[in-house]
């Protein structure tokens, strides 16, 4: 089955790469394009040095088969670094980033939710509710100012923003925005699966012997009733490393996603191309990590997939 996936995703990555190649290309404007207009000559210099003058297909078979020995190309903006090296930077920044927020949201929403199923529509249930619901609909650029006025100009608890390494308290603030809305959407994923696994028979069963709803929940409910929240997880671990953008952007936090919108905005193609390589070679990491997960939670699917 793994084989057979990582087969799969060549033709899906380049098919990523192909569409977003002839997208960049169909844009208006270019990678020099300044207020100053360059000269004549100056400007077929810059062309020739980046293959810029070659047709487009010369180009995009050129650029394949430098992806394919590992090689990303030349920054145009970040003349000083080849693509590979700003990634190397950025990556780990925001897969730090993202990580801690996936595993807060884990922890948080998976208690979230298990409270609310417990005591389904009575206070703590409406609390956790409206508190996720909260967390689904309230951006994160909404989020991170008033967490950014309360904890760190208020009560002075944090630093305003920066990164520093990646110390604790720098990574507090950002790492809490970011998993808000994912909490809530997995204390919502929770308590609804909950509510139909507390509800069939084996869970009867298991309280007529005596043992206490705890007992239940911990041991018989728990892990089936997590199947929804483990295939949430493959688009939300993609979401967290990703979606950091408007965070990274806030907060100053040097992470891949501030390469990708200067590079959007810059017109850098071969930085925008290698952060979309990236981003799909992950979402298909995830979501594969997402099926072995599902195929160990759930041995039934092993044996369906069997026959």
């Not at 394919?68 to 190309?73: K, N, P, R, S």
């Amino acid at each position: 089955m793994v084989v057979k996936r990582l087969l799969m995703a060549v033709p899906v990555l380049w098919l990523i790469l192909t569409i977003t190649f002839f997208l960049l290309r169909a844009a208006p404007g270019g990678p020099f394009d300044q207020e100053r207009e360059l000269s004549p000559e100056i400007a077929a210099l810059i062309n020739t040095k980046y293959q810029l003058d070659q047709p487009l297909i010369v180009q995009y078979g050129q650029y394949l088969g430098n992806v394919l020995q590992g090689d990303l190309g030349p920054s145009f903006q970040y003349s000083d670094f080849s693509v590979n090296e700003l990634i190397a930077l950025g990556l780990p920044v925001s897969l730090k980033l993202g990580f801690y927020a996936l595993l807060l949201a884990l922890l948080l929403g998976v208690m979230l939710g298990m409270v609310a199923a417990l005591y389904a529509n009575k206070w703590p249930d409406l609390v956790a509710m409206i508190t996720a619901m909260i967390g689904i609909s309230t951006p994160n650029f909404v989020i991170a100012p008033l967490l950014i006025l309360l904890l760190a100009v208020h009560l002075q608890w944090l630093p305003v923003g920066g990164w520093s390494g990646g110390q604790w308290t720098y990574v507090v603030l950002p790492v809490m925005t970011l998993s808000l809305p994912y909490i809530a959407a997995i204390a919502r994923l929770v308590r609804g699966s909950l509510l139909e696994v507390l509800s069939q028979p084996f869970v009867r069963t298991a309280r007529a012997k005596g043992l206490s709803s705890a007992q239940v929940l911990l041991r018989h409910a728990l892990r089936p009733a997590m199947l929804p929240v483990v295939s949430y997880l493959g688009p939300a671990a993609v979401g967290l490393v990703t979606g950091s953008v408007v965070i990274e952007q806030i907060f100053g936090i040097p992470g891949m996603g501030r390469y990708f919108v200067q590079g959007a905005l810059n017109r850098d193609y071969t930085l925008v191309l290698g952060v979309v390589l990236v981003v799909g070679l992950l979402m298909l990491l995830f979501n594969l990590i997402v099926d072995l997960l599902y195929r160990w939670i759930d041995p039934r699917i092993q044996q369906k997939g069997a026959h």
